[in-house]
């Protein structure tokens, strides 16, 4: 357990990416990484439209750069780290892009744009996109399972940012295939870029968490092949990333050790790809809502209150209880059952300034309240694995639904089909349908493409 630890962890960490093949993964983990693939670019075609993509577009621009890697549907090229800081942020602008268990964060988007940008910067492979991003899958899941659970629930902190640098250094590392002592420094170099700060959730720096991951981890591999130097345990010293993530208690580094490449996360945590454009920690109660409008009709102006049970302490990731902007609409439980409600679903168009501002939604908002299910208080996140949701009506009725957490299966709660029909729908939004089309005929056969070039081409907008 946790003390002054002797395991050389960042050492395991980087001969696991150095040895690992496309072959030691069953072959559900790999569809499973296609798939988690695919929603992540269209994810960033769809947010490549947003206020973020102009501001980090200009912003780059003025500080120029060696053009080596393509901005997602905005028509140039940027250097590898810039490129990937905003493809990164991009995709993760709508709050659209999968989740995972074991990070109790969002995986792809801090993995897909690393290695993007690198795989195109070098040359690299279909094969060699897709090994990086699952590779960067497994350490960056291994380290989120060995951290104290008061990283994710009381310290502030979004697990997306801090394990998003090790899990982008890990792949950026495979794209560049760094030998295992340049790999162990930049993990380590990556550990001390790691952050992001909950507090920061409803504006344009939360998706900045992920773009800043996944530049700190392409800094950092370019960093150590080009000889710069860091420790080789930054993991598990005793002023290192458990330790220091953790609140100096609770973690487990002998986890890591006992986990990483003896058990698939992308298998046993899986791959939750989002039906929902905002903060997964109200899609169950989102799926109960819609349960309810499947088989009653809820007028606004007849509910009196809205009870909603959750599997966590609130408010965790949900922090505006009162919202009056569109970004602060995907981090409040009390918005997204008000809009699930009055619009009977919640979609791209749900999130913007006006129907978060609307009179029939602020009136509903004050009615929603959240409390974690009976006995659990206190206790880690998602340990109950369910959300249930009453709505006291005005004549007295109780109107009530509940949702369980889909435990199973590495895409789990979605078929590839229903990934392909998302992507069709986001990526509409920055690319024509012959592009996206044609994307989609890359995408699938990923694992036989030879160098990407036509794919990047696509991906920047000049089909």
């Not at 997964?280 to 109960?288: I, P, Q, R, V, Y």
């Not at 209880?321 to 008000?338: D, H, I, N, V, W």
């Not at 998302?422 to 996206?436: E, L, N, V, Y």
């Amino acid at each position: 357990m946790a003390g002054r630890p002797t395991l050389e962890v960042t050492k395991r960490i980087a001969e696991y990416i150095t040895t690992t093949s496309l072959e030691d993964f069953p072959p559900d983990a790999v569809e499973a990484a296609k798939g988690a693939i695919v929603d992540c670019i269209g994810c960033a075609l769809a947010g490549s439209v947003e206020p973020l993509a102009d501001v980090l577009s200009e912003y780059v621009k003025s500080i120029g750069g060696n053009p080596t890697a393509s901005v997602i549907g905005r028509g140039f090229k940027t250097s590898a780290p810039e490129a990937a800081l905003i493809n990164g942020a991009m995709g993760h602008a709508l709050d659209y892009d999968d989740i995972t268990r074991a990070m109790k964060g969002h995986p792809s988007v801090v993995l897909l744009p690393a290695a993007l940008a690198l795989a195109e910067e070098e040359g690299a492979t279909g094969r060699d996109l897709l090994l990086a991003y699952m590779v960067g899958f497994e350490v960056a899941c291994s380290v989120g399972d060995s951290v104290s659970p008061a990283y994710y629930d009381d310290l502030g902190w979004h697990p997306t940012g801090p394990l998003g640098a090790l899990g982008a250094a890990a792949a950026a590392c495979s794209i560049l295939e760094l030998d295992q002592e340049l790999t162990t420094m930049a993990i380590s170099l990556a550990a001390s870029q790691a952050a992001g700060l909950r507090q920061n959730f409803g504006t344009m720096t939360k998706p900045y968490h992920a773009g800043a991951s996944c530049r700190a981890g392409v800094t950092s591999a370019k960093l150590v092949k080009a000889g710069f130097t860091a420790s080789e345990d930054a993991i598990e010293g005793r002023f290192g990333f458990l330790r220091a993530f953790s609140g100096g208690s609770g973690y487990d580094e002998n986890h890591i050790m006992e986990t990483l490449g003896k058990q698939c996360y992308l298998v046993e945590s899986g791959v939750e790809v989002k039906k929902y454009p905002c903060c997964g920690s109200a899609h169950l109660a989102l799926d109960a809502t819609y349960r309810l409008l499947e088989r009653e009709t809820i007028n606004a102006d007849e509910v009196e209150s809205i009870q909603v049970s959750v599997d966590f302490d609130p408010p965790r990731s949900l922090i505006h209880a009162r919202p009056t902007e569109a970004l602060e609409g995907k981090f409040s439980m009390q918005y997204c059952l008000a809009a699930a409600i009055l619009d009977q679903k919640v979609g791209l168009d749900s999130f913007t300034d006006e129907l978060v501002q609307r009179p029939e939604a602020q009136t509903l908002i004050p009615k929603v309240e959240m409390r974690r299910i009976a006995g659990y208080e206190g206790r880690p996140s998602w340990v109950e694995a369910y959300n249930e949701v009453e709505v006291h009506l005005t004549d007295g009725r109780v109107l009530s639904e509940r949702a369980d957490r889909i435990t199973q299966g590495a895409l789990r709660g979605v078929s590839m089909e229903e990934i392909q029909s998302k992507f069709q729908g986001t990526a509409s939004r920055a690319i024509s349908a012959p592009a996206s089309n044609e994307l989609m005929e890359i995408l699938d056969r990923l694992e036989n493409m030879g160098e990407l070039s036509r794919m990047t081409d696509l991906l920047r907008g000049e089909g």
